[in-house]
């Protein structure tokens, strides 16, 4: 069974017209859950990266894992309010409305290595928030990395000055 296989469709949630990409049923299968992660490791062993950055709250899931499997330091994304020390902020609109993440100001330091992870990228809203803090704080971002892609959303489009990687997509459905 693939990956995406693994990954429950929810019609008109949260809004009619949206095709909701629901993870959990992959996260509920260890060995479908283990393959992703691992694949996300192979892919990124061999790379010198010192920072993981994951978006609040399915890429808190992989970007965790990524990170102790890398050896690396985890950084989240978190939405505003969240954070408990001194952050920065961007805002974002996403296809069903707009919002604000937030990122502590020492989290990375200039020049280093990061690798954004999420679980989706669908309009490219709050990968382009993440994108805009770790730049704002002089981070180096090698790869943002996803589960799942919906190209016809054309996310990619946001943030093209950067490498994007999806281990799956749902085009056209």
Request: net charge negative; glycine share 8%; charged share 30%.
């Amino acid at each position: 069974m693939s990956i995406k296989d693994k990954i429950r469709t929810v019609p008109n949630w949260p809004i009619d017209g949206v095709m909701f990409r629901d993870i959990t049923t992959l996260l509920q299968e260890p060995e479908i859950f283990r393959e992703t992660c691992d694949l996300f490791y192979d892919r990124y062993k061999d790379i010198k990266i010192d920072k993981i950055v994951g978006i609040d709250a399915r890429g808190f899931i992989f970007g965790s894992v990524l990170a102790y499997k890398l050896n690396v330091g985890f950084v989240p994304v978190r939405k505003k309010g969240k954070l408990p020390y001194k952050s920065i902020s961007a805002s974002y609109s996403l296809e069903y409305g707009e919002d604000v993440v937030e990122m502590h100001e020492d989290a990375i330091e200039k020049g280093e290595k990061v690798l954004i992870v999420d679980d989706l990228i669908a309009t490219g809203g709050t990968i382009s928030a993440a994108v805009e803090l770790v730049e704002k704080l002089g981070g180096d971002i090698l790869e943002c990395a996803f589960v799942v892609e919906l190209p016809d959303l054309k996310g990619r489009e946001k943030i093209n000055r950067h490498k994007v990687f999806a281990l799956t997509e749902f085009e056209g459905e």
